[in-house]
């Protein structure tokens, strides 16, 4: 099945916001084995001059990856959901998130394309504070690998 | 310790220090729970085999994180990364022993731009292969 096109340029509002918690940072830092200090000590962080402890860099998808993947479950787009992989992750960031950021998440269709049986959807989720201050915008290729690709 | 390396002291073809990362199940479950990605092709084998995985696989988002790892070590602060993106171009599986999988992540410096920011292209390998496709980023240095 074919995603549908008209989907392109459309943009999904924010769900709740994202209270971004010290210990979830330093949980995410401990899973990826990175002692880097600003992920850890506070003191370290506001060293560098940050308010508080800062976010390893693919930290935002905890959070993007949710929200596209809300988005691509939307009937109207027509990408089975149940064959998905990850087939791209970028990531531009104006500034790295940081404890205590309340972040909300607008994923917009950039691209859907089929390929050799599979359905591709390129998401762009802009990550904001509540004031609308842009953070980082988080680029996602999700690839529905078709049936006849298998064999 | 972190380096923190400043845009006088690099040039195009600079390598960054390379490591080696050791992902085991364990790793896998504890980056599940930390990250919510909970897809059971990386921590269950009969589901993963099911699906034609030859055993299940590491998250693509956690080997990107590994990569992650080399810039922020070489950086030293984590926010001077700027742009950071990969295709994930083939899996990293990781038996059910007290081995699991080796990545290795190189990189160097590619450009040097003369609004303060570098361009680093890293290569990711596992058992003799790559397993992340262009994976690069972009790092304002001081």
Redesign the interface.
Known sequence: MAVNPDYVGRTFPPGPAYLVGREKIREFATAIGDLNPAFHDVGAARALGYPDLVAPPTFPVVMAMKAATAAVQDPGLGLDYTRVVHGEQRFAYSRPVVAGDELIVTVTIEAVRTMAGNDMVTTRGDVTTLAGDHVVSATTLLISRGIEADS | M?AHVRLADIEVGTALPSQV?HVDRA?LV??A?????FNVIHWNERVATSV?LPNVIAH???T???A??V???WVG???A????????TRPVVVPDDADGATVEVTGKVTAVNDDGTAQVSLTVMCDGVTVL?NPRAVVRLA
Request: no cysteine; aromatic share 12%.
């Open positions: 972190t990362f790793g504890r980056y729970g930390a990250s919510g990605d034609g693509g988002m956690l990107m994180a590994l992650g790892r810039l922020s070590d602060d984590p926010g990364i700027v742009e950071f993106g990969t295709k994930f496709g």
